[in-house]
């Protein structure tokens, strides 16, 4: 048990069609990363919020957005939907060490398993 | 981020050790060894780091070779639900990201 939990669990889209996922970590867990998982991969990193603000960025296009809020909670958006977009789309927190920087250590949530259609 | 390369699948009969190898033949000198499995379509579950010295919690010990070029990750006895794909990452102390492979799909056979 993480403490990580992402909602929903399965979601179904149209492609064209925008998409909000969602992600809540435990206190103290100031670092949210998010990854995407297609079939039969590895994860793949698509950005890191830390303290609300973005803190690094994978190769992916700017239809993916996210935020992160006060109370540990955090978003990833895609907008205009594409086949390829399908996928687990997994959320990782980590504690924030002593003189305010992020830990290493990532804990993942369940994902989220979108289908585009 | 140095590069990790894994057998792609490996069988261990229940209650045996498994040893799952890796290879960072890149690894710099502030890297850490991390270790997690992903059991059928679930998050990743962390299970150790390490820098150089051998390190040892409840699930796991993960063997560090004296050049750090690879490292072994022990399950000290297999159990059925240890069946999972597993992924050994080396990263940079304070980078944001971790860089992924394909890992070892490991089938523990009773």
């Known amino acids: 048990e993480t403490g990580v939990t992402q909602s929903p669990t399965h979601l179904i889209k149209t492609r064209g069609q925008q998409v909000t996922l969602r992600c809540s970590s435990q206190s103290g867990h100031n670092t949210v990363s998010w990854y995407q998982q297609a079939l039969g991969q590895g994860p793949q990193f698509i950005f890191q919020?830390?303290?609300?603000?973005?803190?690094g960025r994978g190769n992916f296009p700017p239809r993916f957005s996210g935020l992160q809020f006060p109370n540990y909670s955090s978003e990833l958006n895609v907008n205009a939907l594409e086949l390829d977009d399908s996928a687990l789309y997994l959320c990782?927190?980590?504690?924030?060490?002593?003189?305010?920087?992020?830990?290493?250590?990532?804990?993942f949530g369940p994902g989220t398993r979108l289908t585009v259609l | 981020d140095a590069k990790t390369t894994q057998p792609p699948s490996m069988d261990c009969a229940e209650g045996r050790a498994a040893n799952l190898p890796c290879n960072h033949s890149?690894?710099?000198?502030?890297?850490?060894v991390y270790w997690y499995r992903q059991i059928h379509s679930q998050g990743p579950q962390y299970i150790i780091h390490g820098l150089k010295n051998n390190e040892t919690n409840e699930m796991a010990s993960l063997i560090i070779t004296e050049d750090r070029k690879s490292s072994t990750l022990i399950l000290p006895h297999a159990t059925l639900r240890d069946t999972a794909v597993y992924y050994c990452i080396v990263r940079s102390s304070g980078t944001y990201k971790y860089i992924f492979g394909t890992g070892t799909r490991l089938k523990v056979l009773a």
């Open positions: 890149t690894i710099s000198g502030n890297e850490y």
């Open positions: 919020y830390y303290r609300e603000e973005e803190n």
């Open positions: 990782a927190s980590s504690l924030e060490l002593a003189g305010g920087r992020p830990g290493d250590t990532q804990y």
